[in-house]
C-alpha cells in the first residue's frame, strides 16, 4: 500500500477527532463547541478519503488548484472561530464589571452595617479574601 498525504491527512484527522470525544469525555470540553470540532474533524476525514469530492467541490466553487480550497475553508473557519471567541470574551468582560460593581455595592452594605452595629466604630472584617 502506498501511502501518500492524503492518508497522513486522514490519520491526522482521525485522530484529532479521536482527541477531541477525549476532551469531551473528560470535561475539558463543552459539548457546545465540540459540535464545531467534531464537524470540522468529520469533513477533513472524507476530504481525505473521498479524493474526487475535494475536486467536484473546488470546481463547482470555479476554484482551479483544489487543495487551494482546503486553505481558504481553513481561514474561512479561523475567522469565524476568531469572532465566536471575541463575542464569548466580550460578554464575559460585561459580566465581570458588572460583578465588581455588585461586589463592591455590597462591600459598602456591610462595612455601614457593621458602623451602625458598633455604633460608628469599623470593625474590621476578619474573613480571609476568597481571591
Not at 3 to 22: K, P, T, Y
Not at 44 to 60: H, N, T
Not at 61 to 69: C, E, M, Q, R, T
Not at 78 to 106: C, D, M, P, W
Request: hydrophobic fraction near 55%; glycine fraction near 4%.
Amino acid at each position: 500500500m502506498k501511502l501518500d498525504i492524503f492518508f497522513f491527512s486522514a490519520l491526522f484527522s482521525f485522530l484529532f477527532l479521536v482527541v477531541v470525544l477525549e476532551f469531551v469525555r473528560s470535561k475539558r470540553l463543552k459539548e457546545q463547541y465540540s459540535l464545531l470540532w467534531i464537524f470540522i474533524s468529520a469533513l477533513m476525514i472524507i476530504f481525505a478519503l473521498w479524493r474526487d469530492l475535494l475536486e467536484r467541490v473546488a470546481s463547482w466553487l470555479g476554484i482551479v488548484y483544489a487543495p487551494s480550497l482546503l486553505f481558504i475553508a481553513g481561514i474561512l473557519f479561523s475567522f469565524a472561530l476568531i469572532l465566536h471567541y471575541s463575542v464569548i470574551i466580550s460578554k464575559l468582560h460585561t459580566q465581570n464589571v458588572r460583578l465588581a460593581q455588585e461586589l463592591g455595592i455590597l462591600n459598602k452594605k456591610i462595612e455601614d452595617l457593621n458602623k451602625r452595629l458598633n455604633g460608628g466604630k469599623m470593625v474590621e472584617n476578619d474573613t480571609a479574601d476568597p481571591v
